[in-house]
């Protein structure tokens, strides 16, 4: 789990963080601008994603987000189409 | 549980298989033999049956690869992506695909290949992702699963049925009701007076009667209990179970199966379990636990099998020294032998078949015969 070596490490995470919603739950691939605000697409989409791993949709990367995101899955997007 | 758009099945119950390679992890028999059962999981919930060929273009082409493999979706080396596949049709479509950069393993000390198969195969018959963390189908990988009593949640029963309906009924297939956990039969079994349990145990307040691969959950808050299946709240516990009975002050159900036990604290399935029920001091003569009971005030639990019963230190966590001890002889009134047992409001309460037995410790005696459903206010 490469992301426990570089805790911390905020481009690695917010990297992480893109690839993980680009591959399973759409993230538009032109959005490259990782701004925190409640409006982001990244902020929806992370709540997206939050709802569809049973998590609370807090909109951020907490522990338990980040828990799921390193644990091993499937490769089908959780996204239709 | 959810389908791919456009819901897209297979328009046939015949179909077929192949292994395309293997993978070096494993011996080809052990992986034969994992997607053989991981067919047999949605086998079992549906009219479908799976036929393996050995060349040629097959409905599900399973194969291992890394990387670029020629589908456009590249693996991504160890961990990460497992493995993917493709909803029921022709060509691509149906096949599933294996990341061999992973360590594929019969147990979980890598990443087992059953587990993973069962998933990926049934993305192959057309079930989606599942948001309910308990589903095979959920995406996330779960190593925690019980192997040797693996089930399929009821959101996975209830995805496969929307697409391929029930198991035709017959003496050679088991028959899987399409949604069991309705409260249609739950109700009507209820109230049937020759209803026996498998176990009975309070958690947090309730009391949950388990019969098969349900319970009912009591709340003595609503008149009407709940009816579910084991699997919906805990994939790991197998059906059919011997005894269960719950340690408040450790908030903890302990649930027995053979010489196994699970302890699960609401909806979690504790970490290392199930564990053998040697660990608790019973002898290797016992092959199985008819019942137990916690008594709370005293901090002991009792565990019933056959005619005699043990006597369990919750403090000390050691099995007292001067059991067995026969059930009749301590329990009078009570019988020889118990199905299930739990105590309520000072009582312990006796099941056997039909019938139930209010039981006053204090003046061990029975104070009360019962119905075994009398808790349902049928």
Redesign the interface.
Known sequence: ??LDEVAGDKDTIMELLQKYLEN?YGLEKDVQQFKIMDSSPVIKKIQEMQ????LEMTGKLDSSTME?MH??????P?V?? | FST??GTPKWRKNQVTYRIVNYTQDLSRKAVDSAIEKALKVWEEVTPLTFSRIYEGEADIMVSFAVREHGDF?P?DGP???????YAPGPGTNGDAHF?DD?QWTEDTTG?NLFL?AA??LG?SLGL??S???EALMY???KPSTNLAGFQLSQDDVDGIQSLYGSPPASSDVPVVPSKPSSPKPGVSAMCDPDLSFDAVSTLRGEILFFKDRHFWRKSLRTPEPGFYSISSFWLSVPSSIDAAYEVISRDTVFIFKGTQFWAIRGHEEQAGYPKSIYTLGLPVTVSKIDAAISDKEKKKTYFFAEDKYWRFDERKRTMEPEFPRKIDEDFPGVGSKVDAAFEAFGFFYFFRGSSQLEFDPNAKKVTHVLKSNSWFNC
């Open positions: 789990y490469p399973y709802k569809f791993l049973g799921v644990k091993p899955r499937c490769g089908v959780d239709g189409g | 791919f758009p979706v693996f961990g990460g992506v497992l493995a993917h596949a990341d992973e990443t993973v998933h990926e993305h989606f992702h948001a309910k963390p995406p996330v990988y």
